[in-house]
């Protein structure tokens, strides 16, 4: 079992930058990919980014691609999401995700467990 909980959330104004923490209790979070997903209101969840065991094989969402950036420290079970040069648009309650297997992923249906969310507001 993986419990996750999401923080660093907050309000921002346009062109700022936050930095997401997804911390991870399990023993067999190392092994696990992760993913991060972002729902805004009266929108369906969509991938945003997603990263492997090691770190290896990285993925992101177009619309996020050269802003985003994530990261994982399996010494201390976290994944980050760095977000830079942040837009109104990326305003969201954003998600972090962990599959049994190692693998990235981009089809929120393939993870397994699923932290709390952490609110993102960028401000025009």
């Known amino acids: 079992q993986v419990q996750l909980v999401e923080s660093g959330g907050g309000l921002v104004q346009a062109g700022g930058s936050l930095r997401l923490s997804c911390a991870a209790s399990?023993?067999?979070?190392?092994?696990?990919?992760v993913g991060w997903f972002r729902q805004a209101p009266g929108k369906e969840r969509e991938f945003v980014a997603a990263?492997?065991?090691?770190?290896?094989?990285?993925y992101y969402a177009p619309s996020v691609k050269g802003r985003f950036t994530i990261s994982r420290d399996n010494a201390k079970n976290t994944v980050y999401l760095q977000m830079n040069s942040l837009k109104p648009e990326d305003t969201a309650l954003y998600y972090c995700?962990?599959?049994?297997?190692?693998?990235?992923?981009?089809?929120?249906?393939?993870?397994?467990?699923w932290g709390q969310g952490t609110q993102v507001t960028v401000s025009s």
């Open positions: 995700a962990a599959n049994k297997a190692p693998s990235a992923e981009t089809l929120s249906d393939l993870y397994d467990y």
């Open positions: 399990g023993r067999t979070f190392s092994m696990c990919g």
């Open positions: 990263i492997n065991w090691s770190g290896g094989t990285i």
